[in-house]
């Protein structure tokens, strides 16, 4: 199979997170959704175990109920983060956003929570790396997916905080784990572009941290 290299490269590099550019009045229909779960579940799991599960909130009160939680979970410190942030720097752009997104959750068309079956019994690098790593890729294809379709997300893991109350409203199981909240919608335009990100060779190593790949 040839891939077309410059349209799968575009797709890596132009995923972006978005919040502002979502279109809140346009509905996102199931068979889309769907769709792109399909998709989804090509990803690796840990031993093959296959444990995701999705659950799509539509209901307006429950989204509203859900966003209510986001910010009591952080929505004072977005805030008076993007009160206190330079606009003018990428950094202070990205929390302007963040505080957008949190005070107009709940009109979003689709609030997506990935779930994956099991909980943490310790707190070890391997059980967290184990259990996240079995949902972690297939969220990625979800929002690779979307953007493919014209569709945007972002990763939010801020109502983590408040992870009980929201399987309560939400009927979740004890046994699943919540892995964040994915805001999804249609974009408002398609031009994204790649982000400013540092050069990796300065940032890979070789055999030994001490050993950049390529010292400055």
């Given at each position: 199979?040839?891939?077309?290299?410059?349209q799968t490269d575009a797709l890596l590099s132009t995923t972006r997170a978005v919040r502002k550019r979502l279109d809140f009045d346009r509905e996102v229909p199931d068979d889309v959704l769907l769709e792109c779960l399909q998709l989804a579940v090509q990803a690796p799991t840990g031993s093959n175990q296959q444990g995701w599960r999705w659950m799509i909130i539509r209901d307006a009160e429950k989204k509203e109920a859900l966003a209510k939680l986001y910010r009591d979970a952080g929505g004072e410190y977005l805030a008076a983060a993007a009160d206190a942030a330079d606009s003018g720097t990428q950094q202070g752009r990205v929390i302007d956003s963040a505080n957008f997104l949190a005070q107009k959750l709940g009109e979003v068309p689709v609030l997506m929570i990935p779930l994956i079956v099991g909980r943490l019994t310790d707190n070890s690098a391997n059980s967290a790396a184990g259990l996240m790593g079995s949902i972690m890729p297939a969220m990625w294809s979800f929002q690779l997916a979307l953007?493919?379709?014209?569709?945007?997300?972002?990763?939010?893991?801020?109502?983590?905080?408040?992870?009980?109350?929201?399987?309560?409203?939400?009927?979740?199981?004890?046994?699943?784990t919540q892995a964040g909240l994915l805001p999804v919608a249609y974009t408002l335009g398609t031009d994204f572009k790649p982000a400013k990100r540092d050069d990796v060779a300065k940032i890979t190593y070789l055999d030994t941290y001490k050993n950049p790949i390529r010292p400055d």
């Open positions: 199979m040839d891939f077309d290299l410059a953007r493919s379709r014209g569709l945007g997300s972002c990763l939010t893991t801020l109502h983590l905080g408040k992870e009980a109350e929201a399987a309560e409203l939400l009927g979740i199981p004890d046994h699943m």
